[in-house]
């Protein structure tokens, strides 16, 4: 023995269900009931039971079906009382439960979801979920054959709230994944997010320079030139002491730190271009006078390391 809860949904929550989840076609075909018994014609897809449905004075319900071909499941259909078609969605509730949502195409359209208990402790512990309408299982003119037989219910107007939506989405989200969730949340352009790694790298630890260099070929820096005559006497005694006698220990740190700078820059100009974001300025584009001047003085008046015979 069964027994069976029914309420009422608000239509758009339902047309929400049923693009997420589909739907299948039901008609029935019931005849006149007898001494409390229900029989009625059940066509669904391809399947086709006569069915006889005895209720107890206490509210359950028991059902006895009969698989029957589809020949004779339509002659029947044809000699029955009344007729009623819905499209029928199973939705998972948690805890094994399941609601059944039908939506009524004929005679007429209303919405209605209903869920089947074994006993009546059972029906009365259920806790009913937000998105649930107005009960309606002590009104029979919502039972189906009532339907079938006397025509569509006037439930009205539905309230809709924002609880109601967000416990439909709890539902129906986690098949794909996504939502409230724990979705994977996107950033924006992964060039720009490399390109914002690459330079916390970069500014970092000189030390990753060399392996970013590996990555992607660069053009070898320009060959280094002996530095002019007139410019080591401008620079004074100083600047020739420490060309004839260059620090051993402090000078290959002066001479890598310029070349490990340049090579970043032009890893990440290179990557850049790669990954179709171009730098807004090409490089060196707005130097000014004055980092010109710098740029020259650092290559004319620096010290070389000069060859030892």
Known sequence: MSLVRRFL??????????????????????FAPQAGRVSYVRVDGQACHLVLVTAAPDGTSSEERTDVPRAHGDALMDVCSGKAAYDRTALALGGGREALIDRYVAPGEFDLVSVTFDGGDEAQGFPVPAWFGPEVTGDPSYDRHAVALQGVPHPGEIGLSNGALDAVLDLIEPRFGFGRYGAPKTNGGDGDGM???L???????????PAAAEAVPVPAPPAEEPAPVEAQAAAGPEVGEAHAQPD????PAAEST????????????SLSQALGN????????????????????RWTVRPRRTQQT
């Not at 949904?9 to 019931?30: D, M």
């Not at 584009?285 to 001047?293: M, N, Q, S, T």
Request: no cysteine; net charge negative.
């Open 9 to 30: 949904v608000a239509p758009s929550l339902v047309r929400l269900i049923r693009k997420e989840r589909g739907g299948s076609r039901i008609t029935e075909g019931y």
């Open 258 to 269: 310029p070349a490990i700078d340049s090579r970043i820059d032009d890893v990440i100009e």
């Open 278 to 297: 171009p730098q807004p300025q090409p490089k060196g584009a707005a130097r000014g006078e004055d980092d010109i001047a710098a740029e020259f003085e």
């Open 199 to 209: 330079r916390r790298v970069a500014g970092g630890s000189a030390a990753a320079a």
């Open 248 to 251: 051993a220990a402090s000078e």
């Open 195 to 197: 390109m914002k790694a």
